[in-house]
């Protein structure tokens, strides 16, 4: 049966094209979303945070988020730190790949292998 995969993330960023280039060479057919133009539902995001947790989700050694002022980056907790990745999709770490609804953050060729190998 046919795998839905779908990667979520910024068409320009290293990783990901590290990642698209990972599935591409490996054969897996996959579709893309790019959140930071296409933008991300309040509802996916919450949902991404529920299954793996907003610490995992929120990009902190970006330079997105590295430029909030100190307020800002304080006292986060899951409703902040899915407003500000609302507000700026690019905190959000990538890739996020969705296989049939299970979720992998970031990218390791090993995670992948073991995904579809």
């Excluded at 290293?14 to 133009?37: C, I, N, P, Q």
């Excluded at 997105?64 to 700026?88: I, N, Y």
């Amino acid at each position: 049966m046919a795998r839905s995969v779908v990667i979520h993330g910024i068409k320009a960023c290293d990783t990901m094209k590290k990642a698209r280039s990972w599935l591409e060479t490996h054969g897996v057919a996959y579709d893309f979303h790019d959140y930071k133009s296409g933008g991300i539902a309040r509802g996916v995001l919450e949902g991404w945070v529920r299954a793996v947790g907003w610490e995992v989700l929120l990009n902190r050694a970006g330079t997105t988020f590295r430029k909030l002022p100190d307020s800002d980056k304080a006292d986060l907790d899951a409703a902040r730190a899915v407003a500000l990745m609302l507000a700026q999709p690019s905190m959000i770490k990538r890739p996020v790949l969705d296989v049939d609804g299970a979720l992998t953050v970031g990218f390791k060729p090993e995670q992948y292998e073991a995904l579809f190998g």
